[in-house]
């Protein structure tokens, strides 16, 4: 019967334990929030326009043309991946295939491969906070698309990006197809 008792308080605790750090997390996403909800208020102009798409919040800076990217649409873009604490600086870049950014930030690549990235928003191995950010994005658009870790790498650190960080993504699309 002790033994019982034991199991039973054990389980209590992991729990209990368990339940605290999911509502730590959630009180993490949400200061995370109210940072790209400062940084946006703060970096918005009469030009400028923002969307709002599970999760993500997307500031386009200068509009493209043409049809907006659909759920299962194709795009091609440059982008500066950034640890998002509050700003977009070179300091958190973290990386980028757009060439002036990283000469700007003396960021030296070991395959210095600027190429357009190309995908389909269907890609599994895209972030769910980037797919989202994406949706509407139009060719010739430029845009900042900023999350949540929730949205990101979640509980997993990647290379050099931290557990449950926010994410900021400059975005120079180059091209978008529907077919």
Known sequence: ????????????????????????????????ENKIDSYISKAKKDTMTVTYNGGSTRLTIKQGSGEPLEKNGAVSFYYAGYVFNGSITDANLFGTNHKETAEKAKWDLTDADYSIYETDLSDARLLEGIKNGLKGVRAGEECEILFTGKYGFGNSAFGIIPANSALAFKIWVVGVSND
């Open 1 to 32: 019967m002790n033994r019982i008792i034991k199991y039973i308080v054990l389980l209590a605790c992991v729990i209990g334990m368990s339940s605290c750090v999911k509502q730590k997390l959630e009180v993490e996403y949400t200061n995370q």
